[in-house]
C-alpha cells in the first residue's frame, strides 16, 4: 500500500509526516495557535511544496539534522521556492546553514515553543537530534540516530560514538515521542526476534504494526518507553541481549572475542545487524 502524510497530535503542535523518496519522512511542525509551519530534512522538495500548499501553510524555517542525500536532496529547490532561513549544523556539505546550531543550542519556534539541541554523532559526525520538551508532552527529532526497533548505521563515526548518542536519546522522559526519518520497523523486528526470541513485545509489536500497515499507516512515532522494550540497541544491559550477542561472537569469530560490558555488547548487536 502507497504510505500517505499523517499527522500526530501532541498538545497545540501537530506534527504532519510526509512520505518522500522510498523510505523517508519529513517531519512538518505546526501549532494550533500560530501560522506557518517549520520542517526537517527536506530530502525531495516537490511533495513537501505540495503539502504545504494544500495545507495553505507558510514555510517559516527548515532545520537540518545531517547531511546525508536523503536529507538535504531538495534543500536548494525549496530555498528557491521559499527564501527562509536553515537551521542545522556547522558542516561543509550544507552551506545552505544560515543559523548554525550545536550541543547546548537553543532556540523557539513561533517565539514561544523551544528547542532544544542534541549533538549525536556515530551516524555522521555532524548529527544532530532535536528536543522539545513541549510541556509535557515532549518529542525528539531524531533524523537517523534510532528507529523504532532499531538504529542508524555508522558511515563516519564510532560505535562509542552512536552508543552513547543513543542512550541520550533513552535519557529522555520516557513519553517523549520520538519522530525518526525512515519506518524499518518490520525488518528491525525481525532482526530484533532473532536476537531475543523470548521477547514478548516482538511479537505483540509485529502484530500490531501489521494492522497498521494494512491500512496505509506508518508505525512512527514510537516513544522512547517503547523503545526500552522493542529496541535491541536500548536493551544491551539485558542478559538475553549479552547472551545471545556472546553466541555471534564466537560463532563468527569476532575481534571483539567475549563482550564484558554494554558498549562491547552493542558493538557486536550493531555489527551482527549490518550481517543479517
Ligand atoms: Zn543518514
Not at 504532519?16 to 511542525?29: E, R
Not at 575481534?255 to 560490558?261: A, E, F, S, V
Not at 558498549?263 to 549490518?274: A, G, H, P, S
Request: aromatic share 8%; net charge negative.
Amino acid at each position: 500500500m502507497d504510505r500517505e502524510s499523517f499527522t500526530t497530535i501532541l498538545g497545540r503542535l501537530h506534527i504532519d509526516a510526509v512520505p518522500i523518496l522510498n523510505t523517508n519522512y519529513v517531519w512538518i511542525i505546526r501549532h494550533a495557535d500560530h501560522e506557518g509551519a517549520y520542517l526537517l530534512d527536506p530530502g525531495d522538495a516537490a511533495p513537501l511544496k505540495r503539502h504545504l500548499t494544500q495545507n495553505n501553510l507558510a514555510l517559516k524555517q527548515i532545520i537540518m539534522t545531517h547531511s546525508h542525500w536523503d536529507h538535504i536532496n531538495g534543500l536548494d529547490e525549496m530555498l528557491r521556492w521559499k527564501k527562509v532561513d536553515v537551521i542545522g549544523p556547522e558542516c561543509s556539505v550544507i552551506p545552505q546553514v544560515t543559523t548554525p546550531v550545536a550541543e547546548g543550542s537553543r532556540f523557539q519556534l513561533w517565539n514561544n515553543v523551544e528547542v532544544q539541541v542534541l549533538h549525536t554523532p556515530g551516524h555522521l559526525p555532524e548529527h544532530l537530534c532535536y528536543y522539545l520538551p513541549n510541556g509535557n508532552q515532549p518529542v525528539v527529532f531524531s533524523g537517523d540516530i534510532i528507529f523504532s526497533a532499531g538504529c542508524g548505521r555508522i558511515f563516519n563515526g564510532t560505535h562509542a560514538e552512536l552508543y552513547n548518542s543513543l542512550q541520550r536519546l533513552n535519557a529522555l522522559p520516557s513519553h517523549t515521542q520520538v519522530c525518526c526519518s525512515h519506518d524499518y520497523i518490520m525488518d528491525n523486528l525481525e532482526f530484533a526476534k532473532h536476537v531475543e526470541p523470548d521477547n514478548p513485545y516482538y511479537q505483540e509489536r509485529i502484530k500490531s504494526v501489521i494492522l497498521r500497515k494494512r491500512m496505509g499507516k506508518a508505525a512512527i512515532p514510537t516513544s522512547i518507553q517503547a523503545e526500552r522494550l522493542i529496541n535491541p540497541f536500548l536493551r544491551c544491559g539485558e542478559k538475553s541481549i549479552q547472551q545471545s550477542v556472546k553466541r555471534f561472537s564466537q560463532e563468527s569469530n569476532h575481534p571483539l572475542g567475549i563482550p564484558t560490558n554494554d558498549l562491547e555488547v552493542f558493538t557486536l548487536l550493531r555489527d551482527w545487524k549490518n550481517q543479517f
